[in-house]
């Protein structure tokens, strides 16, 4: 098969095989497409192309990105976004070989997930019962937080989830994840009592809508936006702002702080690994395992900080 005839056909072919064949998300596929960039704009300063590009010229690359002062995770995304790409035109014979093949990484520092204790959750979720402008804000951001905790979603999932899955006071949710993977999650008993509060406030919005000869929404959280429900980014705000209203510290709390709490509190309670690593939607148990190690941290900071014996000694002179 001939190679497309410029860059951007090698990089939009590509994004539409993940999107299409692997179930790539949008994010994914944004990252994708904003390292691939990047990589065709270095190229075509040293006037060459994907095609022409060789083991060498993608190693320079990746010294040149270095040399950027580029953090080691950056690095690793943008080597691996081309790794992708050539792997793929290799399939496609677009080429006879695969550059980037035999090409290391500069791997990825293992850094322990940030986490909230119990305490910390409360006042966050507290916060977003008295957070908003109005009342319906208010018990929307009770229903995104108790959900979130209860569940452990990724916020893309939890952001986009349909009115459908929904209905009918679930004990259990239905989450599309990545690469269109499919779980149950459970919800607790504060989750379903604020989801069922916030579907009577939505529906009672949307019927008005609607009168007004608006549209209604096949999304539980819905928005006016492109994307038709909140955002990623609206939510990111909104829990800042959460954690600013609760005394938590903000740097402390992300979309993906509760997710980690979610996991990290189920294995202090005694969940075994390959349930949590089940309602996470972790392809491998290896992935759910660091929550092992953020437990065991945090009980070294409880023995150091209350056991009698870890305390430095008074001077009595």
């Known amino acids: 098969m001939v190679a497309p005839a410029s860059h951007d ?38 006037k060459t192309t994907f095609d022409q590009a060789d083991r060498d010229r993608i190693e320079r690359y990746l010294i040149d990105c270095d040399a950027q002062g580029l953090s080691q995770s950056t690095r690793a995304r943008r080597l691996s976004a081309i790794k992708q790409l050539y ?36 006042r966050l979720l507290q ?36 009115v459908s899955s929904a209905r009918g006071d679930p004990r259990m949710l239905l989450v599309l994840g990545k690469g269109g993977k499919e779980r149950m999650v459970p919800l607790s008993s504060p989750a379903r009592e604020a989801l069922a509060l916030w579907l ?28 038709g429900h909140l955002t990623r980014h609206m939510f990111f705000h909104l829990i800042k702002e959460l954690a600013v209203q609760g005394g938590v510290s903000p740097e402390k709390v992300t979309p993906h702080t509760l997710r980690h709490a979610f996991a990290t509190h189920l294995l202090a309670n005694g969940a ?42 008074q001077d009595k002179g």
């Open 9 to 46: 056909l090698w990089i939009s072919t590509f994004l539409q095989a993940q999107a299409a064949e692997l179930g790539a998300s949008p994010n994914t596929l944004l990252a994708y497409g904003r390292d691939l960039k990047d990589f065709a704009a270095w190229l075509e300063r040293r």
């Open 87 to 122: 792997r793929f035109a290799f399939e496609e014979s677009w080429r006879e070989t695969n550059p980037a093949i035999q090409i290391k990484g500069p791997g990825r520092q293992k850094r322990l997930p940030k986490t909230l204790d119990v305490p910390e959750v409360d």
């Open 127 to 162: 916060a977003a019962r008295e957070t908003g402008r109005t009342e319906t804000d208010r018990i929307r951001n009770t229903c995104l937080m108790e959900v979130l905790y209860a569940t452990g979603m990724r916020v893309t999932e939890l952001v986009s989830l349909p």
């Open 200 to 227: 009577k406030t939505r529906d009672e919005a949307e019927d008005q809508l609607v009168a007004d000869g608006g549209q209604r929404s096949r999304f539980l959280f819905p928005s006016r936006g492109k994307s």
């Open 272 to 313: 075994d690994l390959r349930s949590i690593q089940t309602l996470l939607g972790h392809a491998d148990v290896a992935t759910t395992e660091i929550y092992t190690h953020v437990l065991d941290e945090r009980l070294a900071e409880l023995v150091l900080e209350h056991h009698p014996l870890a305390k430095e000694p």
